[in-house]
């Protein structure tokens, strides 16, 4: 067998593969579609009256942290404590936040600490000041939905309940990079429904990732030893508590908001960290891959997580891969191939947008607009992930030496502004 006919079959097997996840994601997303009507229709639930401690950890935030504290104060839950820890910051957070509570006295907490990380802020917020039985975390440049914190505290009703990664959605935008970001969080966040039937969701991250506050204080908090203590602590509950008996959740109706980072290099380096991060909390916990203990899902250990590596493995082919359906392409005159690919990307795309409840109407026009476009916009995000994996390999030293910026924070720039939320 020559190089080119194993390539081409390496080439239909992986693509069998993602054809079979993706097919098992759409069909796992629609249970919790179906799951979640019967709570909504049929049980009709009442609002939640547990409490919610909202944790902003903030250094150099003075764009967008205030806009923050208003999205969260414009919540409709009744419960809610802000604690805003600013980390050192060395611009003018510290003045503005200081400013707000002159203006609006009682309404948050801010706790001002010498710069030591987003992972000992918050820690620092959950130990000693925090009083609610919930702990939601909100990145000081994002915002939430109106009905976010009483839909997410719905979702702890269930007392197995331990952890719930919020709906996040980038704030629209007409940059092409941002369109990008756009249609992947739209993507990976509908994956996020059926992960989440599944039990195999490990990665309760981002804009309002929330806990109980009992459950992270019984397991240590946060660790400072990596680049992604979101992700890391979401293991560290799932090592200590399992994932069958402690529930791992995803909140498709709790929406936040982010806005999307501006330049391609940004880019590489937030999906650096992110990817790089991932590898450090796979490394200290190796021991939850291929786990045969009763309290972990096999579904997650035996293959949700070795594929998350496997997906690494593929991901560093890609260039291979490209350049060998291209080459074909250009040999035989034959376009057919990379037409059906476009056609298929493009028809998987557009019945996601289609299925998706949480954006409104206005919202699906514009994005059926630019589905053109989007198999070029996905291989744009797929370079900047090849970009970042490389990157993490040339670190792969430090990663066996466990040597990392511990708990440092990594800023991409935003715009910051005033943002009209859909309804």
Same mark, same amino acid.
Request: charged share 20%; proline share 2%; net charge positive.
């Given at each position: 067998?020559? #190089?080119?006919?194993?390539?081409?079959? $390496? =080439?239909?097997?992986?693509? $069998?593969?993602?054809?079979?996840?993706?097919? &098992?994601?759409?069909? /796992?997303?629609?249970?919790?579609? =179906?799951?979640?009507?019967?709570?909504? #229709? $049929?049980? %009709?639930?009442?609002?939640? *009256?547990?409490?919610?401690?909202? =944790?902003?950890? &903030?250094?150099?935030?003075? +764009? /967008? +942290?205030?806009?923050?504290?208003?999205? @969260?104060?414009?919540?409709?839950?009744? %419960? @809610?404590?802000?604690? !805003?820890?600013?980390? /050192?910051?060395?611009?003018?957070?510290?003045? *503005? $936040? *200081?400013? #707000?509570?002159?203006?609006?006295?009682? %309404?948050?907490? +801010? !706790?001002?600490?010498?710069? &030591? /990380?987003?992972? &000992?802020? =918050?820690?620092?917020a959950v130990r000693y000041w925090a009083t609610e039985h919930l702990i939601m975390v909100v990145d000081a440049d994002s915002l939430l939905h109106p009905d976010a914190l009483s839909r997410m505290a719905l979702h702890f009703r269930n007392p197995r309940t331990i952890a719930v990664a919020a709906n996040v959605k980038v704030i629209p935008t007409r940059s092409f990079l941002g369109i990008a970001q756009r249609f992947e969080y739209l993507i990976s966040y509908r994956v996020k429904r059926s992960l989440s039937v599944l039990s195999a969701e490990y990665i309760i991250g981002g804009v309002g990732s929330t806990f109980r506050r009992k459950a992270i204080l019984r397991c240590g908090l946060y660790d400072t030893d990596t680049m992604t203590e979101d992700i890391d602590l979401t293991v560290k509950l799932i090592k200590h508590y399992g994932n069958r008996q402690g529930r791992i959740a995803y909140a498709a109706d709790c929406m936040a908001y982010t806005e999307h980072v501006l330049r391609f290099g940004s880019l590489v380096k937030q999906r650096f960290r992110w990817k790089y991060g991932r590898l450090q909390t796979f490394l200290k916990n190796r021991e939850l891959f291929f786990s045969r203990q009763k309290r972990h899902a096999k579904i997650l250990t035996w293959y949700q997580l070795p594929y998350a590596l496997f997906g690494e493995f593929t991901l560093l082919l890609e260039p291979i891969l490209v350049g060998f359906i291209i080459g074909v392409t250009i040999a035989f005159g034959d376009l057919s191939s990379l037409l059906w690919v476009y056609a298929i990307v493009s028809v998987f795309v557009l019945l996601l947008v289609l299925g998706e409840d949480t954006e409104p109407w206005s919202a699906k026009v514009l994005l059926f607009a630019y589905l053109p476009m989007v198999y070029v916009l996905m291989y744009i995000l797929t370079a900047v992930e090849f970009l970042a994996l490389i990157k993490s390999l040339r670190n792969i030293k430090n990663l066996r030496n466990h040597r990392t910026k511990h708990g440092a924070w990594q800023h991409v720039e935003r715009k910051g502004g005033t943002v009209t939320l859909p309804t």
């Open positions: 067998m020559d #190089f080119s006919t194993l390539l081409y079959y $390496l =080439i239909a097997g992986l693509s $069998l593969i993602n054809f079979v996840r993706i097919l &098992a994601m759409l069909v /796992g997303s629609d249970f919790y579609d =179906i799951s979640h009507m019967r709570q909504t #229709f $049929l049980k %009709k639930p009442r609002s939640s *009256r547990l409490g919610i401690s909202v =944790i902003i950890p &903030a250094y150099n935030e003075e +764009v /967008g +942290v205030i806009r923050t504290v208003e999205s @969260i104060l414009n919540n409709t839950h009744k %419960k @809610i404590q802000i604690i !805003v820890v600013n980390d /050192g910051s060395t611009d003018n957070t510290k003045a *503005r $936040l *200081r400013s #707000f509570q002159r203006s609006h006295p009682g %309404k948050i907490t +801010v !706790v001002n600490q010498k710069n &030591a /990380g987003k992972a &000992a802020a =918050i820690n620092r």
